[in-house]
């Protein structure tokens, strides 16, 4: 199997390394290189061989899209996956009409992105194997581009709309955390069932454990979002 060679454009240096951690646990993916800002990124692309991007639009000296503009105004066989908090329709609009292979947003799970990696290896390998480009090919390659993420890809016994509810939480709190008893009476839950969507975070590497003294003395157990 051909390895992905993946750049990562993110400049916070811990979301940064999340991303790496994910990617180099998906098989047939290696991160060949981090930038953080778009002229590290313009640099990185000129001096290595890249297959794909996993692009950040919001980055200190611009936007991601002067990335993306660049490649395609290039003709660089480079792909673009968009990873951003970017909700606005226009990047949306303007990364789509530039030929990105994938928008995902954050907060995400490893799950999130193992999926559309997953679907993007499909969409090259159909490329690789295809002797000619029939309609019914290019309608299959596309369509593996395409698939949303499939809700039973959620851990067993998780929902994933509530899941996101709890990420939102943990991001929200910053390095004050949450317990699980804040966390169940924010979302709706019992204090034992919001302490599994946290310990699958935590088991993830989306969020870290530690303690503080409870209002009993006794130590409680503390979530903090660590990408």
């Known amino acids: 199997m051909t390895e992905v060679r993946v750049l990562i454009v993110e400049d916070e240096a811990l979301v940064a390394d999340a991303h790496r951690d994910y990617v180099e646990r998906v098989e047939g993916f290696v991160v060949v290189g981090v930038a953080e800002t778009v002229q590290e990124a313009v640099r990185a692309l000129a001096h290595q061989p890249v297959d794909l991007v996993l692009l950040d639009l919001n980055l200190p000296d611009g936007s ?7 490649v395609r105004a290039a003709g660089r066989p480079v792909d673009i996956m968009t990873i951003t908090a970017a ?13 990105v292979v994938g928008y995902l947003l954050k907060p995400f799970t490893f799950a999130d992105l193992r999926d559309r990696l ?4 499909r969409y090259r390998d159909g490329l690789a194997g295809a002797p000619s480009a029939s309609q019914a090919a ?3 390659m596309f369509g593996e581009l395409r698939r949303p993420t499939d809700p039973g890809n959620a851990p067993k016994g998780l929902d994933r709309g509530v899941l996101e509810e709890v990420i939102a939480l943990l991001r929200d709190a910053g390095a004050t955390g949450r317990s699980a008893s804040e966390v169940g009476v924010a979302v709706g839950l019992s204090r034992v069932t919001a302490r599994r969507y946290l310990q699958y975070l935590t088991e ?14 006794r130590p409680e157990v503390l979530f903090t979002w660590r990408v």
């Open 138 to 140: 290019v309608d299959a």
């Open 204 to 217: 993830q590497g989306r969020a870290l454990r530690s303690q503080r003294l409870g209002g009993s003395g």
């Open 87 to 99: 909700r606005e329709v226009e990047p949306v609009r303007t990364a789509v009409t530039l030929g």
């Open 118 to 121: 997953e679907a993007y290896r």
């Open 64 to 70: 991601g899209l002067e990335v993306l503009q660049g």
